[in-house]
């Protein structure tokens, strides 16, 4: 079983308040405890929980609806729930969104119904 490590702080700490070296732990013990196996039952096997958490988010993207290990289905709805999901593997795949250099969004202009001999 996993080891249960005392808190020693009794108020709430912002995670954009944190230190650096706060953040830094959080991020090697979820890295850590990642690599764990976990049995998912409706598959009838076991992964690691990092490669786990892939598979749910792609199938709550591409079906609106994932299980849990233990056959708990999740499921999507709205566009609310869906696109934050969307947006949280987009940019742990590319990085987050980048400024775009050059032209701007009028850049192109669309004519519907124009005659383009006159523009």
Same mark, same amino acid.
């Given at each position: 079983m996993h080891e249960i490590i005392p808190i020693e702080r009794t108020e709430i700490i912002d995670p954009n308040d944190a230190p650096a070296s706060f953040r830094r732990r959080i991020a090697e013990l979820l890295g850590a405890h990642g690599e764990s196996q976990v049995y998912v039952e409706h598959r009838a096997t076991k992964m690691?929980?990092? #490669?786990?958490?892939?598979?749910?988010?792609? #199938?709550l993207i591409a079906e609106g609806k994932s299980a849990f290990a233990d056959g708990t289905v999740l499921k999507i709805d709205t566009i609310d729930e869906w696109l934050p999901i969307v947006k949280y593997v987009a940019t742990h795949?590319?990085?987050?969104?980048?400024? =775009? #250099?050059?032209?701007?969004?009028?850049?192109?202009?669309?004519? =519907?119904?124009?005659?383009?001999?006159? =523009?």
């Open positions: 690691p929980y990092v #490669e786990y958490l892939a598979v749910i988010l792609w #199938e795949l590319d990085g987050p969104a980048r400024a =775009i #250099e050059g032209p701007t969004a009028n850049f192109f202009k669309v004519y =519907i119904g124009v005659d383009t001999d006159k =523009i």
